[in-house]
């Protein structure tokens, strides 16, 4: 409680942003070089950081504990290892345990020094009555509990299988097998508890809901857009089942989700290509080398559009015309797709067969996620990841895992492609998002494959970015599209968030103009919010701004 009384980040004799240095980025030798580097390193990340994060980091990086050859860091871990439970469900009892056991993990130990454990969080609860923070009533409730602390130490590797898959996938990268076996590393990741629980409830409970539950299987993997750090991620409708990790391991044919990334292919080429470029929505076929003949059709099995059986690009996209976006991918060409989807982040061949462009490539929710975190990103590139950093048993830093940016396409593109995607929540297949979300601007895309083996939805708001898949193991039909399957977990999801609509501000590269011609049906002219937003340096000729 010195914090407190202090007023500022303190605990013992230094404060809580000096312990962060020391433990982070400095040896534990005692002299005053270090002292005077642990002094100005904190100096300067207060500067640059708010109380409230460097208290978060804290609560995530203290010691409380140890697990034979493993330290227990951080109060989320600490609240597995003594409670068996999710930080989030802890009461204040048991919060104030944890906290009173910052002073000396071992001397407080619950387990081995019980009465001297609970004389400390008494004490906490009093100070904490003493500062106003909790009522009368409250603090004589805590104060009568037991406890509550588990006898048996939990399996900690158990609680979050899919997150520990992930965890493991990229240790390999810099770390050999046997080093993650024998030298008892401390692991700190990006991901979020509370959010974690909210995506495991979500895609458990619609799951349930379906009369087909029985056989259904689904993964939910959920980002910060702007950092790339995964914050939940969910690998079987039982969470905590470890075995198959589905949201990186379960690669299915993505359906319509993919489409988006052939739009925007044809978007980076403006001198080519706009909003209201014409495109075929007729039936065709082609005959492979094999001597297979390929013929897609659109969902409704119909042709859309003029008499010429032409619509505007962005109708391709957001009514999702399996047709039209065919049409454009070969106008576009398959070999650029294919670039534009390796250079999004895929790292596996992909070959350039037109069938690409309706999602025939199987990928997994984190290679799709990969995807959409550029285009949610305004054209940034930035790998979604989990982990932080990585220390030794001693508490040495070994990884800081920096996160590194690059413009990998305009942010012109970028923009056009999702004002798309709000259009598809708007009026396309996403548009219950309207109803499920009143008065909230949201980006998104359903993906369904054939005959109802796979159901997709990767959507975000400003915020947060989230893939869901819902499918069956065993590939078979399971009755549902990316309308009324993933999209239906991901809203329960984001319902439980602080939603924020996305932002549509054009970059400068961007104009607003109404078309006057034969696709007025989609958009209506010189209605501000019906306009279409282009290039300005490539504005096409039957164009003109509202008088």
């Known amino acids: 409680m010195s914090n407190l009384r202090h007023g500022e980040l303190r605990q013992g004799g230094s404060t809580i942003t000096q312990q ?77 345990l944890l906290v009173g056991m910052v002073k000396g993990p071992s001397y407080y130990n619950p387990r081995r020094h019980p009465v001297r454990a609970k004389k400390r969080r008494d004490r906490v609860l009093k100070s904490l009555l003493e500062h106003s923070l909790i009522s009368q009533h409250g603090y004589q409730q805590a104060l009568n509990k037991t406890l509550m602390i588990v006898q048996s130490v939990p399996h900690l590797t158990s609680r979050y299988p899919a997150l520990m898959g992930l965890v493991r996938r990229e240790l390999s990268d810099e770390y050999q097998v046997e080093q993650l076996r024998k030298n008892g590393l401390n692991l700190y990741t990006s991901l979020d508890p509370i959010m974690q629980n ?172 990969t995807l959409y975190q550029v285009i949610a990103n305004q054209g940034l590139s930035i790998k979604p990841s989990v982990l932080i950093a990585v220390q030794d048993a001693n508490g040495n830093l070994l990884t800081r895992y920096a996160r590194r940016t690059e413009q990998l396409i305009e942010p012109e593109a970028a923009f056009l492609i999702r004002f798309l995607l709000s259009q598809v929540t708007q009026q396309g297949t996403a548009k219950s998002m309207n109803w499920r979300f009143p008065n909230k601007v949201l980006a998104g895309k359903t993906g369904t494959t054939n005959n109802l083996k796979d159901s997709w939805y990767a959507g975000f708001d400003n915020q947060q970015l989230a893939v869901v898949w819902l499918g069956r193991d065993d590939n078979q039909p399971m009755g549902l599209t990316g309308a009324s399957g993933a999209l239906t977990v991901w809203s329960e999801l984001f319902k439980q968030l602080n939603v924020h609509s996305v932002d549509l501000t054009p970059p400068p590269g961007i104009e607003f103009a109404a078309q006057k011609g034969r696709f007025l049906g989609l958009f209506t002219h010189c209605n501000r919010a019906e306009e279409i937003p282009f290039y300005s340096s490539y504005l096409p000729a039957e164009f003109k701004s509202c008088d």
């Open 198 to 369: 909210k995506a495991e409830k979500a895609l458990s409970n619609r799951i349930s809901s379906f009369p087909q539950a029985k056989y259904l299987q689904g993964a939910i993997i959920l980002s910060d857009i702007s950092s790339g750090e995964i914050k939940a991620i969910v690998g079987d409708k039982m969470p905590n089942y470890v075995g198959f990790n589905r949201a990186i391991d379960a690669y299915r044919q993505t359906g319509s989700v993919i489409k988006p990334l052939v739009y925007l292919t044809a978007l980076s080429r403006p001198q080519d290509f706009n909003l209201m470029t014409p495109i075929k929505d007729s039936h065709f076929s082609l005959t492979g080398s094999d001597g297979s003949l390929w013929q897609p059709e659109n969902y409704d099995n119909k042709e859309h559009g003029n008499s010429h059986r032409e619509i505007p690009l962005a109708q391709g996209l957001i009514h999702s015309y399996n047709l039209a976006t065919a049409h454009l991918a070969i106008n576009v060409g398959l070999e650029e797709v294919t670039q534009m989807i390796s250079k999004l982040g895929f790292k596996r061949l992909i070959e350039a067969f037109p069938s690409i462009a309706l999602g025939s490539k199987e990928m997994s929710p984190l290679e799709v996620l």
């Open 20 to 96: 962060l240095m020391k433990n982070h980025f400095l040896s534990n030798e005692r002299s005053l070089l270090r002292k005077i580097q642990e002094a100005l390193m904190a100096l300067l990340a207060e500067y640059h950081y708010d109380k409230n994060t460097l208290l978060q980091v804290y609560v995530n990086e203290i010691y409380l504990g140890q697990n034979r050859n493993k330290a227990i860091h951080g109060f989320a871990k600490a609240s597995q290892f003594y409670f068996d439970q999710d930080i989030s469900q802890l009461n204040l009892a048991q919060v104030a």
